[in-house]
């Protein structure tokens, strides 16, 4: 293949990346095969596909963290062979992955230069390259500001600008928009348009298919390790995209007929948390939930609703406060115990707190649930029951794996949140707490996400959901209450709110109408 080979209707002369024939295998798995796409220069290009079809894989491969076991990468015309990132950004390849990867106690300045140190030195020269750069696309970053005194979509400027600063002009995004408010996401668009205008060139991730119908040139869809087709967003919808993934209609969440009872199972009084500086992260929280009622707490990254969690779990010790489950005060229970009253819990962080990820499955399955059904028979754990019990997650859940011996770290990210998702659903919960349950899953899992949640409902548990999806959260949630800053600001009838209207609300901007609602 030559560098003008491009397909017919195409524009650019040159293709930035073409990838032919790539493969690659890991233990019972293989990950990528027959991988072909060609990405061309100044576009925006989205990969889309299920949990598992091998996104992640085929960007590690581009930037050099895996290497293929078969097939060609060609950057700008040249075909190249990466060993590992350093390879990537030699051949002007940058990636910024989800979990941001910052010094919050530094500048932007040094923030961008720590590491890169070569290119422009770490004085004058190095500041008047960031600002050209943040000028030159917008970003509206101060090089002396803190990182942790920005907002999430500025932090991801600072990743982005950091890639660029290296002398990327192939930018990898991995799943961008998980973590951004309506208004961010805007922002983010922004920024793509004016880094395409200026001849780079975007690859990016995403499961939401209207944000690829809204940014995207050319879109692939990769479905059982390989790419299965093109689409152009003109004239496509969701569901066409939906089904090339995986050929099943698009699910929305929909809120049923209240199932709403009087019965308060969780009751959280006057909640308050400092962190080890003395710093409130949580400040008088007041917060019932009732059985048969899902609440929803929406909030930008960052404002207390991790901490929220983690105190109601145990994980944390509040400085004052109430919390009771079913009548019960639970204040001072370890979170053991908490989960033996029946909390079931879906993580944030899947591999902090939900995984083991070098055990199988099986095991994983009885990790928080050593002391009940079915992983013990008297005393012992039950193994075979245990087994059992993930074989029948796996089916209902479609955890896609090669079976219950696998190690959890070798499942693909959607699938992981899978199985946490049938394990806590298990427990007989009364109380579910669920922190981003559907983040990084396909449209196909998130539908059976919310269907276990809707049923969950159905059957008189009280659900606390965090989400940074507004259209899940308004979709599940009977009540949404806003955190900003450590404290429950405004709630909100789903039925009446926007997502944009949420979404200012969540960034302070809406207080009158906040009043309005209280
Ligand atoms: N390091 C690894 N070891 C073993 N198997 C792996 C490894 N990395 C990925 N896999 C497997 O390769 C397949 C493709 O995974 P990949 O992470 O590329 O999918 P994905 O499309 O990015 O999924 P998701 O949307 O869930 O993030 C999955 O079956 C996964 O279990």
């Given at each position: 293949m030559t560098a003008t080979d491009t397909e017919p209707g195409a524009t650019h002369a040159t293709d930035a990346v073409r990838v032919r024939g790539v493969g690659k295998r890991f233990p019972g798995v293989?990950?990528?095969?027959d991988v072909d796409i060609t990405i061309r220069s100044g576009t925006v290009h989205a990969l889309i596909g299920e949990n598992g079809a091998g996104k992640s894989t085929l960007m590690k491969i581009l930037y050099g963290v895996q290497k293929p076991d078969e097939g060609t990468l060609t950057v700008n015309g040249k075909d190249v062979s990466f060993s590992s990132p350093t390879d990537a950004i030699a051949q002007g390849i940058g990636m910024v992955f989800q979990h941001f990867m910052l010094a919050d106690n530094l500048t932007v300045l040094e923030n961008v230069v720590l590491g890169a140190e070569k290119m422009y030195g770490i004085g004058d020269k190095a500041r008047a390259e960031i600002v050209r750069i943040s000028q030159a696309y917008g970003?509206?970053?101060?090089?002396?500001?803190?990182?942790?005194?920005?907002g999430v979509g500025e932090r991801q400027r600072v990743e982005i600008l950091k890639v660029l600063y290296r002398g990327a002009k192939i930018i990898i995004l991995d799943?961008?928009?998980?973590?951004?408010?309506p208004q961010e996401v805007d922002a983010l668009f922004a920024n793509l348009r004016e880094l395409k205008a200026q001849g780079n060139t975007i690859l990016f991730i995403s499961h939401k298919l209207d944000e690829v119908l809204a940014i995207a040139d050319d879109i692939t869809v990769m479905r059982r390790g390989t790419t299965v087709g093109e689409a152009k967003p003109q004239g496509a919808t969701k569901r066409q995209l939906a089904e090339l993934m995986v050929g099943s209609e698009l699910p929305s969440p929909e809120t049923e007929e209240s199932t709403v009872?009087?019965?308060?199972l969780l009751e959280v009084v006057d909640l308050t948390l400092h962190d080890s500086f003395g710093?409130?992260?949580?400040?008088?929280i007041d917060l019932t939930i009732r059985k048969g009622e899902v609440v929803g707490i929406a909030g930008v990254e960052g404002n207390g609703q991790a901490e929220l969690v983690e105190a109601i779990m145990g994980m944390r010790k509040p400085s004052a406060g109430r919390i009771s489950v079913g009548g019960q005060d639970i204040s001072h229970w370890d979170t053991r115990e908490r989960r033996g009253a029946g909390i079931g819990y879906i993580p944030e962080d899947r591999h902090r707190h939900g995984l083991l990820l070098d055990a199988p499955l099986w095991e994983n399955r009885v990790l928080g649930f050593q002391d009940r059904p079915p992983a013990v028979k008297g005393i012992m754990i039950d193994r075979g029951a245990a087994r059992e019990d993930t074989e029948r997650i796996v089916r209902e859940y479609d955890v896609r794996t090669p079976g219950i011996d696998t190690a959890a770290r070798a499942l693909s990210g959607g699938n992981q949140q899978k199985l946490i998702v049938g394990r806590e659903m298990s427990g007989?919960?009364?109380l579910l707490i669920a922190a981003h349950p559907t983040r990084g899953v396909d449209v196909g899992a998130q539908a059976a996400i919310w269907e276990h949640i809707k049923r969950a409902r159905r059957q008189g548990l009280a659900v606390l959901l965090v989400s940074a999806d507004l259209d899940e959260l308004i979709g599940l949630s009977d009540r949404i209450e806003v955190i900003l800053r450590g404290r429950l600001v405004g709630e909100f009838d789903p039925k009446q709110i926007t997502p944009q209207d949420l979404g200012s609300a969540m960034t302070g901007g809406h207080d009158d109408e906040t009043e309005a609602q209280q």
């Open positions: 293989i990950a990528n095969h970003f509206g970053l101060d090089p002396d500001e803190l990182v942790e005194d920005l799943e961008p928009t998980a973590v951004l408010v009872t009087d019965q308060v710093r409130a992260l949580l400040s008088d007989d919960p009364v």
